[in-house]
Nanobody, 124 residues
Framework: QVQLVESGGGWVQPGGSLRLSCAAS????????MGWFRQAPGKERDFVAA????????YYADSVKGRFTISRDNAKNTMYLQMNTLKPEDTAVYYC?????????????????WGQGTQVTVSS
């Protein structure tokens, strides 16, 4: 059973950048497709980005396409989310998630394992 720990959140001004990391343990990381989701106060958890087992296939929500980049390093058991040109509407708790399958999925209900979340705040 894989365990996930996010890091890299914080406060940033609009237009700034952050890189989130999701470290996995207790599992064969390369056997899992991974995803990032976010939840703003009073809102549902939304899909942000997903990546397949090898990193060769990626998917993005329209709201982050062109600004965010998802990647993974299977040798380090870690997934990343590079976030550029951040906007106040990107403020949320960001969660990483894993599912034991090779192909990526954008559906939160497909994921079996979740991290505890990391707060990202974008404001001036």
């Amino acid at each position: 059973q894989v365990q996930l720990v996010e890091s890299g959140g914080g406060w940033v001004q609009p237009g700034g950048s952050l890189r989130l990391s999701c470290a996995a343990s207790r599992g064969t990381f390369s056997s899992y497709a991974m995803g990032w989701f976010r939840q703003a106060p009073g809102k549902e958890r939304d899909f942000v980005a997903a990546i397949n087992w090898s990193g060769g296939s990626t998917y993005y929500a329209d709201s982050v396409k062109g600004r965010f980049t998802i990647s993974r390093d299977n040798a380090k058991n870690t997934m990343y989310l590079q976030m550029n040109t951040l906007k106040p509407e990107d403020t949320a708790v960001y969660y990483c998630a894993a599912v034991r399958r090779y192909s990526a999925t954008t559906d939160a209900t497909d994921y079996d394992y979740w991290g505890q979340g990391t707060q990202v705040t974008v404001s001036s």
